[in-house]
């Protein structure tokens, strides 16, 4: 079966500084992952995702992750935050081995400090 | 286009009305999904449409109808809700459902059952 992990409901940080988000997967198959931002009253809107290609993968607005196969991970991060990134981050895998379902984590809500 | 059209976007209903959502793409793709989302979680997979057929139940109550009249659209008939039921109802697409590249999720309809 496949879950997600993400670390930490909440992460507080000031503008221009690093965001790191944290996802830890589980999967039985090589697994598809990605990361959707969700601002309030809104759908979600996929951010990246990792597909087996390149390990770093970018995506809009600034944000990358990297896929760890060792450590399960694929955190989400940007160099420099801005007051427009303040929104509920979720990190998804999904594979074949689970009719391609995508499954969701618990979501981290990430604040940014002027 | 790369949206996902959902209406309406807004709706309050009494637990005998019958209501519809309504969902529409018109990207091409072939794979279309129903999740439900509460306040602070992530969403949960309801249905999943693939060529227009439907190809997945998460073992949702039959006061909750989907529909498919075609590539574009996607409905979700609703009759005898509870207020447990509400939410906001998410409709997503993605070019297949077993090619993993994403999915594109509409804005939502927040529903209310009074």
């Avoid at chain 1, 992460?11 to 598809?32: D, M, T």
């Avoid at chain 1, 607005?61 to 303040?86: R, V």
């Avoid at chain 2, 509460?38 to 997979?45: D, I, Q």
């Avoid at chain 2, 309801?46 to 659209?73: A, D, G, T």
């Amino acid at each position: 079966a496949q879950s997600v992990t993400q670390l930490g409901s909440h992460v507080s940080v000031s503008e221009g500084a690093l965001v790191l988000l944290r996802c830890n997967y589980s999967s039985s198959v090589p697994p598809y992952l990605f990361w959707y931002v969700q601002y309030p009253n809104q759908g979600l809107q996929l951010l990246l995702k990792y597909t087996s290609a390149a390990t770093l993968v970018k995506g809009i607005n600034g944000f990358e992750a990297e896929f760890k196969k060792s450590e399960t991970s694929f955190h989400l991060t940007k160099p420099s935050a801005h007051m427009s990134d303040a929104a509920e981050y979720f990190c998804a895998v999904s594979d074949i081995a689970n009719a391609g379902k995508s499954t969701f984590g618990d979501g981290t809500t990430l604040t940014v400090k002027p | 286009d790369t949206e996902v059209t959902q209406t309406p976007k807004h709706l309050v209903m009494g637990m005998t009305n019958k209501k519809s959502l309504k969902c529409e793409q018109h990207m091409g793709h072939r794979a279309m999904y129903w999740y439900k989302q509460k306040a602070k979680k992530p969403p949960e997979l309801m249905f999943v449409y693939s060529y227009e057929k439907l190809s997945i139940n998460e073992s949702v109550p039959s006061r909750f109808s989907p529909e498919c009249p075609n590539s574009s659209l996607l409905n979700l008939h609703l009759h005898a809700l509870q207020p447990e039921d509400s939410a906001l109802y998410l409709c997503a697409s993605s070019q297949d459902r077993l090619r993993q590249e994403g999915y594109t999720f509409g804005s939502g309809t927040r529903l209310t059952v009074v």
